[in-house]
């Protein structure tokens, strides 16, 4: 393992290490709610409490297994034809989209350079990224895929004709365990973050985009 690759699994664990206290706290939490709706649904046996306990555990398993999507170490680096991984993701979303009546499609430059970087893990972002859209945007609106490419790196965004993100998240959005959402575990965009910026990539989000929201990858282009 040469010196970069050590430093760079240090700082990987790290980052782990500071996530695991997190989740940790967090679960005990959320167990701690669900014991003590098991204790009243005992008592009183009402169907309020049981779906309290179920939609409670349920976020432990989804807190626990996006903790360990972070924590598991992927070496399968490979070259990465662009426009087919955008095809799959595309389908593996389509079906949700089509049910809420919001379009989705693909603006691709029509020479896409390959990538190196660990295809599983770029997948996953963008799929997170397209259920995030999905979840912002209304019925009857659009959600794109856009990918471009320069000298030196490729930029895929993920725009949506949503609500946006209020200016006063901005800097909130990528922290561990942050969310607007009730059922969220808040995890989610600061693990595509990290699996990003393992690849000498970035994940941001566009502040000044108006009309919805734009999240955009980054990534270093294959050498020639």
Do not use: W
């Not at 169907?47 to 070496?75: G, K």
């Not at 912002?136 to 659009?142: F, L, S, V």
């Not at 901005?170 to 973050?193: N, V, W, Y």
């Not at 734009?214 to 020639?224: G, K, Q, S």
Request: charged share 25%; proline share 3%; glycine share 8%.
């Amino acid at each position: 393992m040469s010196d970069d690759e050590a430093l760079a699994r240090l700082n990987q664990l790290a980052a782990v290490g500071e996530l695991a206290a997190g989740v940790v706290h967090e679960t005990r939490n959320i167990l701690s709610g669900i014991l003590g709706f098991a204790q009243l649904a005992r008592e009183r046996s009402t169907s309020h409490d049981v779906e309290r306990i179920e939609r409670d555990a349920q976020r432990c398993v989804t807190l626990l297994d996006e903790f360990l999507t972070m924590s598991r170490r992927d070496d399968g680096v490979s070259a990465i034809a662009l426009d087919e991984l955008l095809e799959h993701v595309v389908a593996s979303a389509s079906r949700a989209f089509a049910l809420e009546r919001i379009a989705l499609h693909t603006r691709l430059d029509p020479a896409l350079p390959r990538l190196h970087a660990r295809p599983g893990e770029l997948k996953q972002t963008l799929y997170n990224l397209l259920v995030n859209a999905l979840h912002a945007t209304e019925p009857g609106g659009e959600v794109v895929i856009h990918a471009t490419a320069t000298r030196d790196v490729v930029e895929i965004s993920v725009i949506d004709t949503g609500r946006g993100v209020p200016a006063a998240l901005h800097d909130k959005i990528f922290e561990p365990f942050f969310t607007t959402r009730s059922t969220g575990t808040g995890l989610g965009l600061a693990l595509c973050r990290t699996m990003i910026e393992r690849d000498g990539g970035t994940l941001t989000l566009d502040r000044e985009y108006r009309g919805g929201a734009r999240f955009v990858v980054t990534l270093p282009r294959e050498a020639e």
